[in-house]
């Protein structure tokens, strides 16, 4: 029988490599895809490429989208300073307007070409910044556009879109990824990471990392 196929949305942060590291857990032939949308922090990137090799996904590939055209964003605009506090209400400035919708549509592209039936992404509604594009009733919706939108839901298939940390908090990501013996070492969460890659441990993403560690009671690798 052969295995099952899914695309897995790898960022390069801790996140979306232990969703790659549970999908493939879990028997499922993982292509790995990686969106270059004109992020400021481009170390990611590199860590993803990483992650997708060590795991073992049966391909890496990386899609180009300049979302930095439109900026709006502390993640892509140059001229917006990123947050080292928490944001006081609202959606925060490193929200990137879109950008859940047009990586979840790149992922059901690829599934269709690679005749994938399921897309897995490390949306999180607990331990995260409140961008509305990480919700369960916004997956949930993107499901049903799936089978509206693709020449295989119209033949009758569907596609699931895997949000398997969704409801967990940072620390317990954390726990699930090194039992599945992930190296945290590999990943990049900061939005803000000095010219050699190094994180700021000031920003938002920094800080949320952070505290996942800490209530894990383990060390993070990248500060050992």
């Not at 269709?112 to 961008?131: H, L, M, R, W």
């Not at 940390?165 to 945290?184: H, P, S, V």
């Not at 990471?193 to 993403?205: E, N, T």
């Amino acid at each position: 029988m052969a295995a099952k196929s899914a695309v897995v949305l790898v960022s390069g942060g801790l996140d979306s490599a232990t969703v790659l590291a549970m999908a493939i857990a879990e028997g499922w032939r993982c292509h790995a895809l990686s969106v270059d949308y004109g992020q400021r922090h481009r170390s990611e990137l590199e860590a993803a490429a990483q992650v997708a090799r060590s795991l073992g996904a049966v391909e890496h590939r990386v899609a180009r989208v300049g979302l930095n055209v439109f900026g709006g964003s502390a993640l892509t605009d140059p001229s917006i300073a990123v947050p080292t506090q928490p944001s006081a209400g609202g959606i925060p400035v490193t929200y990137v307007p879109a950008r859940n919708t047009i990586l979840l549509a790149l992922a059901l592209a690829y599934a269709e070409v690679t005749s994938s039936e399921a897309i897995f992404t490390g949306a999180n509604a607990i331990d995260y910044s409140g961008y509305p594009d990480c919700r369960p009733e916004f997956i949930a919706a993107f499901e049903q556009l799936a089978t509206l939108a693709t020449a295989k839901g119209v033949g009758g298939a569907r596609f699931r879109v895997h949000t398997p940390l969704i409801a967990l908090t940072k620390a317990q990501i954390i726990a699930r990824g090194l039992e599945l013996g992930l190296d945290y070492g590999l990943t990049h969460s900061c939005y803000d990471p000095s010219a050699s890659g190094r994180p700021c441990g000031r920003c938002d993403s920094c800080q949320l990392r952070a505290a996942g560690f800490a209530q894990a009671g383990v060390t993070d690798p990248l500060l050992a």
